[in-house]
C-alpha cells in the first residue's frame, strides 16, 4: 500500500485510548479508505500476574476521571468494585490482533467493542469467554475466534505488534503517525489525547503538504 496512511499505536486497556476511540471514528468518517488506519498494539501491561492494589486503583480511576472530561466518553465506575483485578492487558490485545488477522475491516470495530465491554459495561475483558462474546456481537463464529485467539500464530503476531511499537518509539499511547509506504519519512500527528477536530486539523495540514 504506497498511498497515505496512518498507523495509531493504542492498547484496548488504555483509558487515554478509550478517550481517542472517537478520532479514530471520525478520520474514518472523513476520509474513509482512502486514508486507512492500521492499528498496533502498544503492549501496555502485557503479562501482569500481581492484583491491582489500592493505590493502583486509585491512580487508574483519576486517569479516567480526566478521560472522562477531555473526551465525553461514558465510565462505569463500579470496576473499581471488582475484587482482585488482575490489569493484564495482553488477552484484549490478542482479541483485536486475531479479529484484524481474519480481516484488516475488523480491527477498528473490534477496538472499539473491547473498549466499550471493558469501559462502559465493567466486563471482564482478560477472560476470553467475554472476548469471544465480543467477537459474536461482531458476527464471528465464537469457536472460530476461540480457536484463532489460542493459536500460536495469534500470540506471535500480538508480540510482534508490541515489538514494532517499542521499536518505533511508541511508548505513550496513543500515537498517531502519518506516511507512505514507500520509503518517505513518516510525521508524529499527536503523541496522546487530543480532540478530534485539531486532530483532523493537523492530518489536513500534512495532507497539504
Known sequence: MAGPQLVAFVDPMCSWCYGFEPVLEA???????????????????????????????????????????????????????????????????????????RDEALALPAFAAVQRAFYADNRDVT????????????????????AAFHSEEARTETLSDFLIASRTGATGFPTLIAGHADGRPWVLITEGFRPPGEVLNIIEMWRQG
Open 127 to 146: 477472560n476470553d469467554a467475554v472476548l469471544a462474546d465480543i467477537a459474536e456481537e461482531l458476527d464471528v463464529p465464537r469457536d472460530d475466534f476461540l
Open 27 to 101: 478520520i474514518h468518517a472523513v476520509h474513509g479508505e482512502a486514508l486507512p488506519v492500521r492499528l498496533i498494539m502498544g503492549g501496555l501491561r502485557p503479562g501482569t500476574v500481581a492484583p491491582m492494589s489500592p493505590e493502583t486503583k486509585a491512580t487508574i480511576r483519576e486517569h479516567w476521571s480526566h478521560v472522562e472530561k477531555a473526551s465525553g466518553q461514558r465510565f462505569n465506575y463500579s470496576f473499581f468494585d471488582r475484587p482482585g483485578f488482575i490489569y493484564d492487558t495482553e488477552p484484549a490485545a490478542r482479541a483485536v490482533v486475531t479479529l484484524r488477522m
